[in-house]
């Protein structure tokens, strides 16, 4: 007989609920854009599954009868930069480093690939697209690094000692998640997040510094 594997438990036990975590194909509004014509074409966020991982998005367009006149392929994030005369599409198939694998341009009526002349600035055009994400995920970070500070300060001794490990194990399960969630399914990069982290630190530890020379 063969012994029980953990591992092989797990993954069936994925397969299984693979059902109850399934949902529908749905769309999220992106705006409009107004061609030559007169006619106004809506910008449409289209999801599909994506069960354990971030749901893979498609830009399409659509006239007013539901028809879509182009759209992307499916991939992990896109950015949608509208302008007067057209309308660029930054399409990241990871953001773990926000570089555009791919970038279009819709005149109203096709797409056309402009990827040389936008990759260099789709690291920009990225943060701009996310920056509510970026700062509602540095505000929590924020939090949670601040109650992980107040745990470490409070001494071991005596009873202190039991309300610090369960301190430790209330913020880091919910710790955990929140990093999970970041790196799977939010559009956002850890490359970034870390550097925005290291010049924080940095910044803090200057006027820490500061204030310190200032006193003596």
């Given at each position: 007989?063969?012994?029980?594997?953990?591992?092989?438990?797990?993954?069936?036990?994925?397969?299984?609920?693979?059902?109850?975590?399934?949902?529908?194909?749905?769309?999220?509004?992106?705006?409009?854009?107004?061609?030559?014509?007169?006619?106004?074409?809506?910008?449409?966020?289209?999801?599909?599954?994506?069960?354990?991982?971030?749901?893979?998005?498609?830009?399409?367009?659509?006239?007013?009868?539901?028809?879509?006149?182009?759209?992307?392929?499916?991939?992990?994030?896109?950015?949608?930069?509208?302008?007067?005369?057209?309308?660029?599409?930054?399409?990241?198939?990871?953001?773990?480093?926000?570089?555009?694998?791919?970038?279009?341009?819709?005149?109203?009526?096709?797409?056309?690939?402009?990827?040389?002349?936008?990759?260099?600035?789709?690291?920009?055009?990225h943060l701009a697209g996310h920056w509510v994400e970026?700062?509602?995920?540095?505000?929590?970070?924020?939090?949670?690094?601040?109650?992980?500070?107040?745990?470490?300060?409070?001494?071991?001794?005596?009873?202190?000692?039991?309300?610090?490990?369960?301190?430790?194990?209330?913020?880091?399960?919910?710790?955990?998640?929140?990093?999970?969630?970041?790196?799977?399914?939010?559009?956002?990069?850890?490359?970034?997040?870390?550097?925005?982290?290291?010049?924080?630190?940095?910044?803090?530890?200057?006027?820490?510094?500061?204030?310190?020379?200032?006193?003596?």
């Open positions: 007989m063969r012994g029980f594997c953990p591992f092989s438990f797990l993954m069936s036990m994925m397969l299984m609920a693979w059902p109850a975590f399934a949902h529908r194909p749905y769309d999220r509004a992106a705006g409009r854009f107004e061609r030559r014509d007169g006619t106004t074409v809506s910008i449409v966020r289209h999801y599909v599954d994506g069960i354990f991982f971030a749901d893979p998005v498609s830009i399409q367009f659509r006239l007013p009868g539901g028809t879509n006149v182009a759209q992307t392929p499916y991939i992990f994030d896109a950015v949608v930069r509208a302008g007067p005369s057209a309308v660029e599409v930054y399409q990241f198939p990871s953001t773990w480093v926000p570089i555009a694998g791919r970038v279009d341009r819709f005149d109203g009526y096709d797409l056309r690939n402009i990827t040389p002349e936008r990759r260099l600035i789709s690291p920009f055009v970026y700062l509602v995920i540095l505000c929590l970070g924020t939090i949670f690094v601040a109650l992980y500070l107040a745990l470490r300060a409070i001494p071991k001794r005596g009873w202190r000692i039991p309300m610090r490990w369960t301190g430790f194990a209330l913020i880091g399960f919910p710790g955990s998640l929140y990093a999970y969630g970041i790196l799977v399914f939010e559009p956002v990069s850890p490359l970034i997040l870390a550097l925005v982290g290291v010049v924080s630190v940095a910044l803090l530890s200057f006027i820490r510094k500061k204030r310190h020379a200032t006193i003596g």
